[in-house]
């Protein structure tokens, strides 16, 4: 059925249009906040009820009149703005009149509020009208929040938002679906970003356990003084707020000034596990440009950072299994504009006005912190380390030139494909001549860095700093693209022989992509590394489904967490004991958790030996890995009996395998695997090549090299 263009129902627009403001809790707790500091509120108070999808904020801000509390939830009505123009010195949060109006419509919603010009405290219950708090009079909300009544010469708000999304059953179900740390993680996020422009408010957020019937807090924010610096109060902000996720001697103070913008933050100089603490902060709001954020991460991870802190560990690790990410806070100030305030509802910026220099000022920001903490090397030619008396144009073409330059470098390398005519009649053995210079080691490692072209086109966003880089980028895939395989080159194929201990060469003919057959030379090692691999992965989900693990019990294990980690272990403590790894968490203080260990599977407890260190690092990130989507749950009621004999069954599962287990079993099947200089019959090549070609991956080696390069394409000629 087809309808005329018509206007939306009055209802219906309302219903859809405050979706976009109060998505979740979390973001609806974040306006009323917002509100708060607004109204100059130096304590603010909040406690939430995830069960019932309910909060109240108490503040001593300046309060409403009667008058403007019966204005208020109306749309478009505000306080902040006359006209537009007057977005360009706004210095609210709030400015639509949109925030309350959307809320209103999907809970129950209840205000009460006192000005200083008034002796009395008036009350709202929406849509009704304010009344007068009295005796005789009682607020129609549940027991649980607290109601006040302000004395003469004090002022203040409660907002008390019950049953959100009542009305939107769908959405209320998912929200509640949700779990309690995600709800806590954002919720700290948008705190932190308030504190951080605004470090002297004293902020108490508590939620409700319904194990222990009673409220918790969880977290605190209180008695920064104005004495502190503002690095400081940034460091003690982030400590009051995550906990003791890093020592406070390990956040480097970084500042930078340019003409009208300024940069203040903090960098770690140690990594951590989140990658989520990674903040930019834009006249108070929040840059969400992920593109530009994982750019940033990737500068750092292009110097290694943080890779001395593995080496301090007494449990050694094979290559870099286990990701780590800087934490930053970095909050600028630019002249603000309008187009900046206008981009999304929930107040962050997406594309600066001013992104062609606010974006080289933060990378120079990066670039001389790791100079300075020894990871780059001073660069005499890099002008930016002038940066406050350079020009706005020569800051952007300097920090380009410095990134193209540098990727220049690494991905500077061109090659060209070999082809050899074959003449029908001759033996497979004297048709193929391999020279030794075919088999040098330049021209693998040169193949190699096409599996490493998409990655690095992903750390290297099309940014105006990057200008040349995609094109070196380009240059690889344009000279190597004719050398990729694909799975199908197994399907037919005939082993020629074993090339000087290290290789066996085959010639295929089943591939798709080709239509003439290849020469393929399969690294032995890599090889048989896969193969083994395979196997013990095989092996250790049998283990898991038929619980089976050898387990070892532990004794005085006690690891320290932040109270945003124990949330992460009390969450997925069920997916943990699959692997028999099983703990409890109890709360310290503000600031720190336990995780007490309480046993270990036989395979990491003979690895773990007693370092901490490095079982806090392997448990973290899995933890994260599952949070992240990185690892998947694994559903132990899915897995059937056939699943140990079907392999391709069981490798669906391969990915919820923590990545501990796979480091340990990487370091298994490459120290048992065939080595460089073992020689081997035609008929062992025969059979190591059979198997690898039944791998579910079978082009790379438990460490990610690739086990086979192709070398040649064959093209024969039919002699009449």
């Known amino acids: 059925m087809s309808w005329n263009i018509e206007k939306l129902d009055s209802i219906v627009t309302k219903r859809l249009k405050s979706q976009v403001y109060a998505v979740s809790l979390a973001s609806a707790v974040r306006e009323i906040v917002q509100n708060s500091i607004d109204a100059h509120a130096s304590n603010i108070d909040v406690t939430i009820d995830l069960s019932s999808l309910s909060f109240a904020v108490y503040d001593d801000g300046t309060g409403l009149s009667p008058d403007d509390l019966n204005k208020l939830g109306t749309r478009n009505h505000t306080s902040k703005i006359r006209k537009l123009s007057d977005l360009t010195t706004i210095n609210t949060y709030g400015f639509r009149g949109e925030a309350i109006y959307s809320i209103s419509d999907i809970s129950k919603l209840f205000i009460c509020s006192k000005t200083k010009d008034y002796n009395s405290t008036w009350m709202r219950k929406f849509p009704s009208k304010s009344v007068m708090l009295s005796k005789n009079i009682k607020p129609q909300v549940d027991p649980f929040w607290k109601v006040q009544s302000w004395s003469q010469r004090k002022s203040g708000t409660v907002v008390i938002v019950e049953d959100m999304l009542y009305n939107l059953p769908v959405r209320r179900r998912i929200l509640k679906e949700q779990p309690s740390f995600r709800t806590f993680n954002a919720l700290k996020a948008d705190m932190l970003q308030i504190l951080v422009a605004n470090p002297l408010v004293a902020l108490t957020v508590s939620y409700t356990d319904e194990s222990k019937g009673h409220t918790d807090v969880l977290f605190r924010s209180k008695n920064i003084t104005e004495e502190l610096t503002k690095h400081q109060r940034m460091s003690q902000v982030l400590r009051n707020v995550f906990g003791a996720i890093i020592p406070p001697d390990m956040l480097k103070k970084v500042s930078l000034k340019f003409n009208d913008y300024q940069i203040e933050g903090i960098i770690s100089k140690i990594p951590i596990r989140l990658k989520s603490l990674q903040f930019i902060f834009i006249n108070g709001r929040r840059y969400t440009d992920s593109i530009f954020q994982t750019y940033i991460d990737s500068l750092f991870q292009q ?45 962050n910026i997406i594309k600066p006005s001013h992104v062609r220099t606010i974006e080289p000022l933060i990378i120079k920001t990066v670039r001389s912190f790791l100079t300075f903490q020894g990871y780059l090397p001073p660069d005499k030619s890099d002008k930016s380390l002038e940066i406050v008396s350079c020009s706005q144009a020569n800051v952007t073409s300097i920090s380009r030139q410095s990134q193209v330059s540098k990727c220049g470098q690494v991905l500077d390398s061109k090659m060209k494909m070999a082809r050899i005519i074959v003449t029908p009649g001759t033996s497979v053995a004297n048709k193929y001549k391999v020279s030794k210079t075919t088999l040098s080691s330049e021209r693998i490692n040169k193949i190699r860095l096409y599996g490493q072209k998409s990655i690095l086109r992903s750390k290297l966003s099309s940014r105006h700093y990057d200008t040349g880089v995609l094109q070196y980028c380009d240059n690889i895939e344009n000279t190597i693209e004719d050398l990729s395989i694909s799975r199908s080159v197994l399907a037919n ?14 010639r295929c003919s089943g591939s798709s992509i080709y239509k003439t057959p290849i020469l393929i030379l399969v690294d032995q090692h890599a090889c048989d590394e896969r193969i083994r691999l395979e196997d013990l992965l095989h092996s250790l989900l049998s283990e898991a489904l038929t619980r089976t693990f050898v387990t070892q019990d532990l004794t005085d294990c006690y690891i320290e967490i932040d109270r945003t980690e124990a949330d992460l272990f009390r969450h997925y403590q069920c997916e943990f004991k699959k692997w028999e790894i099983n703990y409890e968490v109890t709360n310290g203080t503000l600031e720190t958790s336990l995780l007490i260990i309480k046993s270990l599977p036989e395979v990491l407890a003979s690895k773990y030996n007693g370092d901490n260190n490095y079982l806090r690092m392997v448990l973290l990130q899995h933890a994260h890995d599952l949070k992240d989507l990185k690892k998947l749950p694994m559903n132990l009621t899915r897995l059937e009996s056939h699943t140990l004999t079907d392999r391709l069954y069981w490798w669906k599962y391969a990915s919820c395998i ?60 039919n002699e009449t």
């Open 303 to 347: 110097q290694d950072f943080g890779d001395s802190n593995f080496s301090l560990l007494k449990t050694k690790t094979v290559g870099k299994p286990y990701r780590s990410h800087p934490l930053f806070i970095f909050d600028l100030r630019c002249p603000q504009t309008i187009d900046d305030l206008l981009q999304d509802p929930a107040k």
């Open 493 to 506: 194929y005939e082993v020629i022989n074993q090339v000087d201990k290290k290789f066996v060469l085959i």
């Open 658 to 717: 923590p990545t501990v287990f796979h480091e340990i079993l990487n370091s298994k099947a490459c120290r048992s695997a065939i080595m460089f200089g073992d020689e081997l019959s035609r008929q062992e090549c025969i059979i190591l090549v059979n198997k690898l070609s039944q791998c579910q991956n079978p082009f790379q080696c438990a460490h990610g090299r690739p086990s086979m390069v192709p070398i040649a394409e064959l093209n024969q000629k």
